[in-house]
């Protein structure tokens, strides 16, 4: 079964650093998500990304965040200047309007 | 605006014992989707289910049934004769509206999930 790869599954930052979070989506899906879940908390959305731009945003995704499709198959979520309270798990979607596939997620830490 | 309450935060039951997980939404829109994920203790999410506006046929999956009710804005999860590997933390979510495909592509709103701990 097709699925969304993300790397990499844990990442260890240093506070003010810049990090980027890398997702393969599944190959014929056009519709591409972030999610974050702070733990214990619940998923929140964050972007949604369609036709090479950003079709949506949360109030969350401010300027420290930006998303790229650099090529055809890499989908990526920059995160600069990190903050301590951006420690989380980022998750990763794509879509092709049956259903939502999430990747297994990265787990963000900022030290 | 749309919002997914999920007034259980904790749930413990014994094994075999049957429960449900309760979600109420919230939703101006006459085309939306629900869905179920698992996120079990390792993280990621487990798609379980997905049910548009327009079909209130209750589910059976295996051991997991699903009650869609719009006329209470309710799509509850029951998991029969439970079993430990059922814990876990289930969400419920919401997405709004219909695009191109006529699919779901509207990002997901979450409920804040019910932690299920199955005990042996």
């Known amino acids: 079964e097709p699925e969304v790869t993300q790397t990499p599954s844990h990442q260890v930052t240093q506070m003010g650093q810049e990090v980027i979070l890398r997702c393969v989506p599944i190959?014929?899906?056009?519709?591409f998500y972030w999610y974050r879940q702070i733990l214990g908390q619940k998923v929140e959305f964050l972007v949604s990304f369609y036709n090479n731009e950003i079709s949506e945003k949360s109030e969350i995704f401010d300027d420290q965040f930006s998303v790229e499709r650099p090529d055809g198959s890499n989908f990526t979520l920059k995160i600069r200047s990190t903050k301590l309270e951006d420690s989380a798990m980022y998750f990763c979607a794509s879509n092709q309007g049956y259903g939502y596939t999430f990747g297994s997620g990265t787990r963000l830490t900022v030290v | 605006a749309q919002k997914v309450t999920q007034a259980q935060t904790e749930i413990s039951v014994v094994e075999k014992e049957d429960v449900t997980l309760d979600c109420v939404y919230e939703t101006r829109d006459t085309t939306y989707y629900l869905f179920w994920y698992k996120q079990p203790p390792s993280g990621e999410l487990v798609f379980l289910i997905r049910?548009?506006?327009?079909?209130?046929q209750n589910e059976i999956s295996g051991r997991y049934s699903w009650n869609f009710q719009k006329s209470t804005s309710s799509f509850n999860f029951t998991i029969t004769a439970s079993q430990v590997v059922d814990s876990a933390v289930y969400f419920c979510?919401?997405?709004?509206?219909?695009?191109?495909?006529?699919?779901?592509?509207?990002?997901?709103?979450f409920g804040k999930g019910t932690k299920l701990s199955v005990k042996p």
């Open positions: 979510a919401l997405s709004e509206g219909a695009h191109g495909y006529g699919g779901s592509q509207g990002n997901l709103i």
């Open positions: 049910r548009n506006s327009f079909d209130e």
């Open positions: 190959s014929n899906h056009l519709y």
